[in-house]
C-alpha cells in the first residue's frame, strides 16, 4: 500500500511540476475547425414556392450556414440531393391540380441532419380561357378618330365569368 500511495504521488508531482501548476506540456488545444460528429445542423430559412406549373413545383430557401448539401422529399420519400451552394430545386414530371408535401433538411459533412422544414405546393393546371364570340354590335361611327372599342366575353377555368369592355 505504501508502494501505491508513493507512485500516485510521483506521478501528481510529476504532471504538476515543481510549482504545483500544471506544466505546458498538460495543456491541451483543440482544432477549433474540428466538427463534432454529432454537431448541430442549422436548419434551412425562407423556404417558399417558387413557382408551379402544370407538372413541375420550383422551391427555394436560404442558408447562411452553407450545409454540406440538402435532402428533398416529397409526400415522405425522399427524392433528391442538393449539393452545397445551390438552394433550388425543381421537381417535374408531377400530375396537375395535385397537392405535394415537400420536406428540406440540411446535412453537413458528417452526415448529421437538421430539423426538417415543410411546405405544401400545388401544381396548377393552367388552361387558356374561353372566349365567346361577340353578340353586341358596338356602333363604330360613333368612335372619334384613333380610338379603340374592344369588348371581351370570357371565363376562368371553373366556368366563372369574366367580361372586359374598353370604348
Keep these: 500500500m505504501k508502494y501505491l500511495i508513493g507512485v ?4 501528481m508531482l510529476s504532471a504538476c511540476g515543481d510549482s504545483g501548476k500544471a506544466s505546458e506540456s498538460a495543456n491541451i488545444n483543440p482544432n477549433v475547425d474540428d466538427k463534432a460528429p454529432n454537431a448541430e445542423v442549422p436548419a434551412v430559412t425562407d423556404l417558399v414556392v417558387f413557382s408551379t406549373g402544370v407538372d413541375k413545383v420550383v ?8 450545409a454540406a448539401g440538402y435532402l428533398i ?10 449539393e452545397k451552394g445551390l ?5 417535374t414530371g408531377l ?10 433538411i440540411a446535412f453537413n459533412e458528417n452526415g448529421s441532419e437538421s430539423s426538417t422544414q415543410t411546405i405544401t405546393a400545388h401544381s396548377i393546371m393552367n388552361t387558356a380561357p374561353v372566349v365567346d364570340p361577340l353578340e353586341t354590335k ?14 371581351v366575353n370570357a371565363s376562368d377555368a371553373d366556368g366563372h365569368p369574366l367580361s372586359l369592355i374598353h370604348i
Excluded at 400530375?95 to 428540406?104: F, G, H, L, Q, T
Excluded at 358596338?138 to 369588348?151: C, H, R, Y
Design 8 to 11: 500516485l504521488f510521483t506521478l
Design 59 to 66: 422551391l427555394r430557401w436560404a442558408d447562411d450556414n452553407r
Design 73 to 82: 422529399r416529397r409526400n415522405g420519400e425522399q427524392i433528391a440531393t442538393v
Design 87 to 91: 438552394f433550388t430545386y425543381t421537381d
Design 95 to 104: 400530375v396537375a391540380n395535385n397537392r405535394y408535401r415537400y420536406e428540406v
Design 138 to 151: 358596338i356602333l363604330l361611327d360613333t368612335l372619334a378618330p384613333g380610338d379603340i372599342a374592344a369588348q
